[in-house]
């Protein structure tokens, strides 16, 4: 893909795919399942997130957070999971990876509707990817994005924006 910007904030022109190999230590997650998927891609299923996903998503987003420095408690967390639940999918585009239909959460991507001056309209937010680190290396960052994608091409956005950070990409 194309990048337009600097290497902390870029505009995606087309399709490019994150490298989601490179995981620092962060600890592990309670609820998630762990250890690589043997099978193929078609086997993990990409959703909405639902109710019961609550508490996952809010401690995947706090691994997240955690790794990067940025002080956030579950509590407030679990907010966002219940806004992500409630949220207008018109206008925020949120997926989550699970390894089998009823299996937990291993990883999620959210992305906003916004106004963009550099593309004139309508645009994508890529707000937030994360994937568990036990489960990287399956190609499910990349998945997750290609979903966003599909998403602002679906919707006939004007682009995808982005913001990515040394050391996870």
């Known amino acids: 893909g194309q990048y337009v910007g600097d290497s902390a904030h870029a505009l995606v022109i ?11 230590d962060r600890g592990q997650l309670p609820l998630v399942a762990r250890g690589r998927y043997p099978g193929p ?7 909405r997130p639902r109710k019961r996903d609550r508490k996952t998503i809010a401690e995947l987003l706090y691994t997240d957070m955690q790794s990067l420095g ?15 639940y409630e949220a207008d999918p018109d206008r ?14 291993v990883g999620i991507v959210i992305a906003n509707v916004v ?3 550099k593309l004139a309209g309508k645009s994508v ?5 994360y ?3 036990t489960w990287r290396g399956n190609g499910l960052g990349r998945a997750l994005v290609g979903k966003v994608l599909d998403w602002a091409e679906d919707t006939g956005m004007g682009g995808v924006e982005l913001e990515a950070y040394p050391g996870k990409t």
């Open 41 to 47: 891609m078609a086997e993990f299923v990409f959703d």
């Open 14 to 24: 087309d399709s490019p795919r994150p490298n989601t190999n490179s995981p620092p």
């Open 70 to 84: 940025i002080p956030r408690a579950v509590e407030e967390l679990l907010v966002v999971s219940d806004l992500l």
């Open 115 to 117: 106004i963009s001056v």
């Open 92 to 105: 925020c585009f949120c997926r989550v990876v699970r390894p089998e239909r009823r299996g937990p959460a």
């Open 131 to 133: 994937v568990h680190e």
């Open 125 to 129: 937010w890529l707000e937030h990817l």
